[in-house]
């Protein structure tokens, strides 16, 4: 074995190391910030929302402002998954307790209302967890 053979082998190895080190630690290092950042702002959005579902409006304009800020809330939601849609099971959660809170608010709830709003809150609960990690 010729040892400029072995020089020039170490050499160029190093070299591509290097490169690939420059290239790809960028890429990794900012997919990974990305989703670092990501699970942050879900849970931010995730407690946000739960704060306003569990919010208890006292007069018209304040249920008016409440279903608002509960369709924002969704909205914030929705954002952070790909494509800016949910998914399914999540989404449909978040339908459910919108249009709970709708009907509040136009007069047409059913006597079992706050029943069906708490169930339909745990619901959105466990699926907000059970996605929070979803990509």
């Known amino acids: 074995m010729d040892w400029g053979v072995i020089g020039v082998a170490v050499l160029g190895g190093g070299i591509v190391g290097q490169v690939f080190t420059v290239f790809c630690t960028n890429y990794l290092t900012d997919k990974r910030e990305y ?3 990501r699970l942050i702002e879900r849970h931010k959005a995730s407690s946000e929302l739960l704060d306003i579902l569990a919010s208890n409006p006292q007069n ?3 249920l008016s402002k409440w279903t608002h800020n509960i369709r924002n809330g ?3 939601v929705h954002i952070l998954y790909r494509n ?3 998914p399914e099971k999540l989404n449909h959660a ?3 307790a919108f249009k709970l809170a709708q009907r509040e608010k136009d007069g047409v ?3 079992n209302w706050s029943q069906e709003f708490r169930v339909s809150v745990s619901e959105l609960r466990k699926q907000l967890s059970n996605h929070i990690n979803h990509d």
Do not use: I, N, Q, T
Request: avoid cysteine; charge should be negative; charged fraction near 40%.
């Open 35 to 37: 989703k670092k950042w």
């Open 60 to 62: 018209e304009s304040e």
């Open 74 to 76: 969704s909205l914030k």
């Open 84 to 86: 800016g849609v949910a």
């Open 94 to 96: 978040l339908e459910v």
């Open 109 to 111: 709830s059913s006597e």
